[in-house]
């Protein structure tokens, strides 16, 4: 019994001996700590883990690239404004009515207003209609305060990708009431009242007093440029069609139609069949001090199946087909004719020049597209930048108007016809008209 007594004691004690021996060497073993997260906000009260981190860095792959509003211009006008957000790339938005005050609140998310919006946002140049913010890190709010009778508009337009907002002081139909959810009513007719009787006033014999003269109304002046010419015959169509008589031909046309402009001179870097250089025609346009400056010329292409229209601004060529267009029009080699656009920017052109000629481009490619259409279902290439001479050197809103393809035999055979010509010329009349409407001589 002694010795079992005895056996059951040296076990015991190797046994705590072995345990205390696993201890010490547990303690001098370094055990790794947990990974470091980074901290996170609090969502809901509850403390952010790292799996929840893993996930909102997955849901933030598709958000990389944050909408940048790039610009910010307004225009008004005796019927409403209108605010024009230009974007890097399409952008879609919410739009809530609130109430006390009432008011209506478009947010585009995962937007960051840029430099220059900043500026023009801070430096107070927005209108009063329009509260703009960045609100939250990646939202950018626009603010219109609900008046009487006022409705407004928002839509997006691509290449380039914009959001309009347009405030209207007048009724128009389809545009909701500001701070309304709902389709409001069409509103009553307008009911003339009777013309209250006349009643002569006592005669008042007094001196005459010379009347000022009022002031002559400004005198606008268009300058339109008929590609190519003479020696230059620009594209040549399979039947023989040329470049140069198409574009004389709708220029003379174009001509006839903007001289119906009240107060406006339209002058013609040519008007035969001549050969003008480039230089030549900008410095035409500059010493003739022309508020707007309209280049017309024809497209081309490999594919004999591309046709519609495009219209350029001045800027630097998005893409390689856009640089190939500039270099065939300027007769520049392709590896030459994007060079050195950016100094020319900054010592040749205005901002106002560039945003001026961006919103012509644009009312004159919508009035083309929406005039064209229902007669020729033509294919819009939407509004472009290239680096074109006639546009980098004149000194005015300038565009360049690339109306057809020639290498499309149809469009061809369109170009050959008088009433497809006219048309085209109706076409950028009625752009440019629109453009002097909101945008009068300076």
């Known amino acids: 019994m002694h010795q079992v007594t005895s056996l059951l004691r040296n076990c015991l004690l190797l046994t705590v001996a072995w345990l205390l021996s696993g201890t010490i060497a547990l303690a001098n073993v370094e055990i790794p700590s947990e990974p470091s997260w980074p901290e996170l906000p609090q969502l809901a009260g509850n403390a952010a883990s790292p799996h929840s981190l ?20 307004t225009w008004s006008t005796p019927d409403g404004t209108r605010l024009v957000l230009d974007l890097n790339h399409k952008a879609s938005f919410a739009e809530t009515s ?23 946002v801070s430096g107070g140049t927005i209108p009063q209609s329009f509260h703009i913010t960045q609100s939250r890190p990646r939202v950018v709010t ?77 005198v ?31 220029a003379l046309l174009l001509k006839d139609l903007l001289g119906t402009l009240p107060n406006t001179r339209v002058l013609m870097t040519r008007d035969r069949d001549a050969f003008i250089e480039l230089e030549d025609r900008a410095k035409f346009a500059n010493g003739k001090d022309a508020d707007l400056f309209v280049s017309i010329h024809v497209n081309s292409h490999p594919h004999k199946g591309v046709r519609g229209l495009e219209i350029y601004h001045f800027g630097e060529a998005k893409d390689q087909r856009a640089l190939e267009v500039a270099a065939r ?19 040749l052109l205005t901002t106002k020049k560039i945003e001026h000629s961006l919103e012509l481009a644009w009312t004159a490619k919508q009035a083309m597209v929406t005039n064209l259409n229902g007669r020729y279902s033509t294919i ?3 509004v472009k930048t290239a680096p074109f ?11 360049l108007a690339e109306i057809a393809f020639m290498s499309n035999p149809a469009e061809e055979e369109q170009m050959r016809t008088q009433p497809f010509l006219a048309h085209i010329a109706e076409s950028i009349f ?13």
């Open 380 to 382: 819009d290439h939407g």
């Open 98 to 120: 609130l109430r006390n005050p009432d008011r209506v609140v478009i947010e585009i998310t995962n937007a960051i207003l840029g430099k220059s919006s900043r500026q023009r």
């Open 329 to 347: 029009e300027n007769g520049t080699p392709l590896n030459n004719t994007g060079v050195g656009w950016e100094y020319l920017v900054a010592d």
């Open 389 to 399: 001479y006639v546009l980098r050197f004149t000194t005015m809103p300038s565009i």
């Open 220 to 250: 606008q002046t268009i300058v339109i440029d008929p590609g190519h010419g003479g020696k230059d015959p620009g594209t040549i169509g399979q039947h023989g069609t040329t470049e140069k008589e198409v574009t004389l031909k709708v």
């Open 54 to 73: 893993l996930i909102r860095q997955a849901a933030g792959n598709s958000s990389r690239y944050p909408i940048i509003v790039r610009d910010l211009r």
């Open 142 to 218: 626009i603010t219109l305060a609900r008046t009487q009778g006022s409705k407004y508009k928002a839509f997006s337009l691509d290449n380039p990708d914009r959001l309009v907002i347009d405030i209207y002081h007048k009724s128009k139909d389809q545009i909701r009431q500001i701070g309304e959810t709902s389709t409001t009513s069409p509103s009553a007719p307008i009911v003339a009242l009777p013309t209250p009787p006349t009643i002569p006033s006592p005669t008042v014999t007094e001196p005459v007093r010379p009347v000022a003269p009022k002031p002559a109304s400004p």
């Open 430 to 442: 009625e752009g440019v008209k629109t453009y002097l409407r909101t945008n009068p001589p300076r």
